[in-house]
Structures are given as C-alpha cells and as structure tokens.
C-alpha cells in the first residue's frame, strides 16, 4: 500500500519524530494533519515545511476527551493516525514519588493513547492503521524514570489489544531509542552533547537516532499491510549494551 492521497494525522506533529513523521508523508504525496497543543508552534512547523494546501493543523490536547472528540469530528475520514505526543515526562526516583506528576505521565501517553483509539474509531478507514510510540525505557528502565518505563510498557500491551479489537484497522507501536529531539533539551539541557557522545559509543549503531530514522519506520508501520499487534524497535541496538 502507497500512502499516496491518504490522510495521515500526526498527534505531535509540531515537533521532533512527529515532525519528521509530517514531512516523510507530505514527501509520499499524503494529506496530512498535525495536532499539538501550541496553535502557534504548529502553523510556524507548518509553514517551515512548505508543502502549501497539502498540510493542515489543528490544536488540541488529547489528554482532554473533549478535544479529542472534536478533533476527529472536525477531520472526518482518514487513513492513519500516528501519536507521537509526549509532554510532562518528569523523571523522579520510586521514593520520592509524586502522584501528580505520575498521572500527568500516564494521561500524556496512556490516557491519549486510549482516548485516540476510542475516538479515531469510528473514522479510520479499516484498510488504515493506527501507530503509537512507546520507547527504550519499556525495556531499559532508569531508576529514576519507572513511571515512563510502565507507561512504555504499557502500549506495547494495549498494542496488542487493540490490533484485535480494531481489526481489520492495522495497530502498532515504534519503541525509539535515544533520538536527538527538542525533548533532550529538557531532560539533560548542557549535559546533551556528552551524553549523546557517550551513547553513541556503546551504541552498535555508533550514533544517536536522528528524527527521520523514526520517519522512516512510521511509514513502513503505515504501508505493510500485513503488520499488525508489532513493536517496531528502532534504537539503534540499545537493547543488547
Ligand atoms: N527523543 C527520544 O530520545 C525518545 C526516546 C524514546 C521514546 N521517545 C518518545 O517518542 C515520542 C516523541 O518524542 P519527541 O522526542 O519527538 O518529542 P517532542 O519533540 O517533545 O515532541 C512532542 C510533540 O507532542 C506534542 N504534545 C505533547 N503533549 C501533547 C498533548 N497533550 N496533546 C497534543 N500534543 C501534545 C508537542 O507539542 P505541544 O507541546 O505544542 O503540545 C510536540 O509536538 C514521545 O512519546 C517520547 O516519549 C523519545
């Protein structure tokens, strides 16, 4: 399958892999949608990329029901959904838990993911599909980030559910590694290069993701059609240092 003429809705679409994910279909010739919560950040990425007519976006927050409701309302028929989305990732170690920060956590990736599934549902074309992100702490837990661990893991279960309980809707979800993406500036700010380069080494990629490897893998996960209920790693190894 060509995704070609389709349309693709990319929750996180103003920025880093989501962003990447935007321009490799709008390069395949797709329709695309970008949702974030930044009107303002999403019409700057928009207009930065230049693909005129071809690229909309629309502002919403998709831990909210609400706007998620409206979102798909307001899109209609689609093809693929690809959630990127990811905010409010506060590391913190088990004993100085804090339940505030934990459920801002799970409502960023859990919440939105089943609030995106639940709504897309009743829109997405059934020869279409549905991507999540998930990521290398699934398998790879800091200690001081087991929050975004049991929420990665999470999607890989709810992954599988839904691959049958959508069907004949293709899900999946990509598991990232180490990718360099404005997300970097908030979790090691000045500490990022060395840390990059320190990974980069025991990688046996030998360098850090780049937004488009993800890109990539996004649209394999959109064209295969006989790939469902799959996690896609793209991590460069990082599973086997
Ligand atoms: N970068 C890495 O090394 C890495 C590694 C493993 C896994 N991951 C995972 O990969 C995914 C993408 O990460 P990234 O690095 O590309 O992040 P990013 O550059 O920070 O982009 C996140 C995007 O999500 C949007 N967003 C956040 N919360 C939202 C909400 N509630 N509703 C709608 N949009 C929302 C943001 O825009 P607004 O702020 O305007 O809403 C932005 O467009 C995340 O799930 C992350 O956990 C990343």
Do not use: C
């Not at 995106?116 to 790879?140: C, M, P, Q, V």
């Not at 025991?202 to 996960?221: M, T, V, Y």
């Amino acid at each position: 399958m060509e995704i070609a003429n389709h349309k693709v809705v990319v929750v996180g679409g103003s920025s880093g892999m989501g962003l990447a994910v935007v321009r490799a279909a709008l390069e395949k010739g797709a329709q695309v949608v970008a949702v974030a919560r930044s009107a303002e950040k999403l019409a700057r990425a928009v207009d930065e990329l230049g693909f005129g007519g071809k690229v909309s976006s629309l502002a919403a927050d998709v831990t909210r029901e609400d706007d998620v409701r409206r979102l798909f309302e307001t899109i209609g028929h689609f093809d693929h959904l690809v959630v990127t989305a990811a905010g409010d990732l506060a590391y913190q170690p088990i004993r100085e838990l804090d339940l505030d920060a934990t459920r801002r956590i799970i409502d960023s990736k859990l919440i939105a993911a089943l609030l995106l599934a639940k709504h897309a549902a009743a829109y997405i074309d059934e020869h279409g599909s549905l991507t999540f992100t998930s990521g290398i702490a699934a398998e790879r837990p800091l200690p001081n980030g087991l929050v975004v661990a049991a929420v990665n893991g999470a999607l890989f279960s709810l992954t599988y559910g839904l691959a049958t309980s959508l069907a004949p809707v293709r899900v999946n979800v990509l598991s990232p590694g180490w990718v360099d993406t404005p997300i970097w500036e908030a979790v090691a700010g000045k500490d990022k290069p060395a840390r990059f380069e320190q990974m980069s080494r025991r990688l046996p990629a030998g360098r850090i993701g780049r937004p488009e490897d993800i890109a990539h893998a996004a649209l394999f996960l959109m064209e295969n059609e006989f790939t469902t209920g799959t996690v896609l790693r793209v991590d460069g190894g990082h599973r086997l240092v």
